[in-house]
């Protein structure tokens, strides 16, 4: 049952998303704002279903319910409720759930701030997070669906790795989503801004606290990261050119990059080019 609920509200999600794309486009062809609301109003549905699809896996963690193939690697009954909490991240189909959850509440805040506002950039930044919502929900659909069922012969669950059984586990990650989803929206307002032929410091006031807040995060969650590898002994410490460490310090570099080159458009009106290329 909980596998049919999950799956379907993904689907659906998956769906509305593509329809607020069409309806978005449809408006700024014909520039019916009925076709706007209506594209907005499926992008904020594409987010309830999220959220409440996010909550169903973790309320199926919470609770061990081993009819679900991901909760039976990740929970058991021993498991402590914290880490069955942070098993919404521990594995693949997780994450990429957890990814579009953040993404979902970062797209209601974005709607809920511009709803008046920014009429000619906002069907652009709306295509756009639309665009990155179906890719991920693409995956979660087809090819890592975190609710597939357990095979009927399956009665047991190994639970959690005991080297992710640590405190960290329930900070760092989603500090590191935070931060890498985060640069969804200035990216999101950079597209705008091109598309509409505005490559002025107005987007970039629009998006300065949204940078500003990434990556504060992502620099904390790295910090956070190279500490947790030196308490645990089986992982030999913070630098060993591992992908995850690159694939969260490379952006970490690029932002850093980015938010400099903004302030030197901001004061002398160079390099705008430039901090396209950085933001995409």
Not at 9 to 26: D, G, K, P
């Amino acid at each position: 049952m909980i596998s049919l609920l999950g799956s379907s509200l993904i689907t659906l999600a998956f769906m509305f998303c593509l329809i607020s794309i069409f309806l978005n486009v449809l408006y700024l062809i014909n520039k019916n704002i009925s076709f706007f609301h209506s594209a907005k109003r499926a992008l904020i549905s594409v987010s309830l279903l999220i959220i409440i699809a996010g909550i169903t896996l973790l309320h199926a963690l919470i609770n061990s319910n081993i009819s679900l193939k991901y909760v039976s690697q990740y929970s058991s009954p021993s498991t402590p409720l914290i880490f069955k909490i942070s098993g919404f991240w521990a594995g693949m189909e997780g994450s990429l759930l957890f990814w579009v959850f953040i993404l979902s509440i970062y797209t209601l805040i974005v709607i809920y701030q511009n709803r008046n506002k920014y009429s000619d950039l906002m069907p652009w930044v709306l295509i756009v997070i639309a665009i990155v919502h179906c890719f991920f929900l693409l995956i979660c659909c087809f090819f890592e669906n975190p609710f597939f069922p357990s095979s009927p012969e399956s009665s047991l669950s190994s639970g959690m790795n005991p080297l992710l059984q640590h405190w960290a586990m329930l900070i760092h990650p989603p500090m590191l989503y935070l931060g890498f989803i985060g640069f969804t929206v200035p990216y999101a307002f950079a597209i705008a801004a091109l598309a509409c032929r505005k490559i002025d410091i107005t987007w970039i006031h629009l998006t300065r606290k949204w940078t500003l807040f990434t990556w504060l995060i992502l620099s904390a969650a790295i910090v956070m990261g190279g500490k947790w590898a030196y308490m645990e002994l089986g992982w030999g410490g913070y630098w060993a050119w591992d992908p995850v460490e690159n694939a969260s310090l490379l952006p970490w570099l690029t932002g850093t990059a980015y938010i400099h080159s903004i302030l030197i458009q901001a004061k002398k009106n160079m390099l705008k080019r430039w901090n396209m290329i950085l933001i995409m």
